[in-house]
């Protein structure tokens, strides 16, 4: 960004609130917008209220975080942002004189541990620039201080004055939609045109959302990208990661404290850690739990979930090979046979029928690349087929895209994450990026100029489009059929056959 294409603004008035923006290449952007302070500034823990003010706006941060599992796929730009406990932040690009414009929130990933939306990957300049539309990017609590809540001990019962799970990073969210939806008029937006999308843990917050009544009216459409079958955790699960997130952090069995009080935002992070490494390889350690109120036990009934959404529409992408990401580390050697019958096995009521679909799409391959398509089909791909078609029974139009489109990352194939730097267009922001490199520059736009649209015509009417502007076919259940985004262009594909997956 050069000095000369980018010239300050007056600043832009909500009240006695003032934000100071910048404008370049005919978008405004107002950076570190603060949707919410906590109710107690003295608790870490505090659900969150309206915003001083006289604070409208602070630094680039991002919540307390370690290393993210994906950094070798991603690259170490959110490593090297500042964190702070005090990031509820938002982003926000508008194109100059916007007026009534639809609005795009997007919720980041992470694992429900890491990430932010004010990262570098996710500058919302170009979709905002050409899809005539408010761009929002959100930060949320992350890892303990969203999910645990302070709670510790062998009852997992929370604090005197909370009990239970209060899923406070979801809670945040909430927050700053309500108060984009108060708000984004001052920026040009249409809060009454919004859609709501998100990332792997960022969709899966979008997805609850979809059907919480707190949320209703806050947004119309919602966009999941690579959105985890992930059923929350139930009271003994959490229980249990309660008691080993106390234990770790020497706080006995809680009886009378809040783990957390006192203690270093590193040392958190380090019990943090100690529940992650107790749960590795049987899924994640710190994850959201079912409250009663904003996240129930039946969230990934997706029959149940479609039935209760209060949105028009849906989009449902995945990639080819989302768990290439997660089994990086594992040795190719150490996956076998066994290893791949046993997994198959657990997680599909048809595993006969599974492995042959296994070995007819990738004949020859690797155990271990087996293992990568088995899982990206019980936990990615499988759960969008079959979310689009309860939506669809619910009156709830779905369009399903598939991003085909492989990394030169050896190993990688179209790996979870892949899809983004295509996605919000800015190819420089992800040029150290271990996925991305060496991906060439035309190729690149060419993804992006095909990618894009999709997503913009679905925050303009809900409707996916192509670049040429022809609308995206529903999904349907009868006929079921997916858009595929290749590298060498875009086609409609059948979708796998019903394998049955075990839920």
């Not at 959110?78 to 926000?92: A, K, N, T, V, Y």
């Not at 414009?101 to 541990?113: D, Y």
């Not at 939306?117 to 050409?130: H, I, K």
């Not at 007819?360 to 087996?370: E, F, L, M, N, Y």
Request: aromatic letters at 8%; one cysteine or more; a negative charge.
């Amino acid at each position: 960004m050069s000095a000369a294409a980018t010239q300050p603004l007056a600043g832009i008035r909500i009240g006695a609130a003032v934000y100071k923006a910048e404008t370049h290449d005919g978008v405004v952007s107002v950076r570190g917008v603060r949707y919410g302070e906590r109710l107690d500034p003295s608790d870490r823990f505090s659900a969150l209220g309206a915003p001083s003010p006289l604070r409208p706006q602070g630094p680039a941060t991002v919540f307390p975080q370690a290393p993210g599992s994906l950094d070798w796929l991603l690259g170490p730009a959110l490593s090297r942002m500042p964190q702070s406990e005090d990031s509820f932040l938002l982003d926000i690009w508008a194109p100059e004189g916007a007026k009534d414009l639809p609005v795009l929130v997007f919720l980041p990933g992470g694992a429900f541990i890491s990430g932010a939306g004010n990262v570098r990957w996710y500058d919302g300049a170009r979709l905002a620039r050409e899809g005539g539309a408010v761009v929002v990017t959100v930060n949320y609590r992350l890892g303990a201080f969203g999910l645990l809540d302070g709670v510790g001990g062998a009852g997992g019962a929370g604090t005197s004055a909370h009990p239970g799970p209060r899923n406070l990073a979801a809670g945040d969210i909430l927050r700053a939609l309500s108060w984009i939806h108060r708000n984004i008029s001052a920026f040009g937006g249409d809060s009454g045109a919004t859609t709501l999308a998100g990332h792997s843990a960022g969709a899966w917050y979008a997805y609850v959302l979809s059907f919480a009544e707190q949320a209703r009216g806050l947004f119309n459409r919602t966009a999941l990208f690579s959105l985890p079958w992930q059923p929350p955790l139930n009271a003994s699960e959490f229980a249990e990661r309660s008691g080993l997130f106390a234990a770790a952090l020497g706080a006995g069995d809680g009886a009378g404290d809040t783990p957390g009080d006192g203690h270093s935002t590193g040392e958190i992070l380090a019990a943090q850690a100690a529940v992650s490494k107790a749960y590795a390889g049987r899924g994640l350690g710190l994850m959201p739990a079912a409250d009663g109120e904003l996240v129930p036990s039946w969230a990934m009934d997706f029959e149940t979930a479609a039935a209760a959404m209060h949105v028009d529409a849906l989009l449902l992408s995945s990639t080819d090979d989302e768990a290439a990401a997660f089994l990086h580390a594992l040795p190719v050697g150490a996956v076998g046979p066994e290893q791949l019958a046993g997994f198959i096995g657990a997680h599909f009521d048809a595993p006969a029928e599974a492995a042959s679909f296994i070995e007819q799409r990738h004949p020859g391959a690797t155990d271990h690349a087996k293992l990568v398509e088995a899982m990206s089909l019980h936990q990615f791909r499988l759960a969008a087929t079959e979310l689009a078609g309860r939506a669809d029974q619910a009156g709830i139009p779905a369009t399903l895209l598939r991003f085909s489109v492989r990394s030169t990352l050896d190993g990688a194939g179209s790996p979870h994450c892949f899809d983004l730097p295509f996605l919000f267009g800015n190819g420089p922001d992800w040029q150290d990026a271990p996925m991305f490199g060496g991906f060439p520059d035309e190729a690149f736009d060419d993804v992006s100029d095909r990618l894009r649209p999709l997503l913009l015509g679905f925050v303009a009417d809900g409707v996916a489009r192509t670049p040429e502007g022809r609308p995206v076919a529903r999904f349907d259940p009868k006929n079921p059929a997916l858009y595929a985004v290749g590298e060498t262009g875009c086609s409609t594909a059948v979708v796998e056959p019903e394998l049955l997956p075990r839920r």
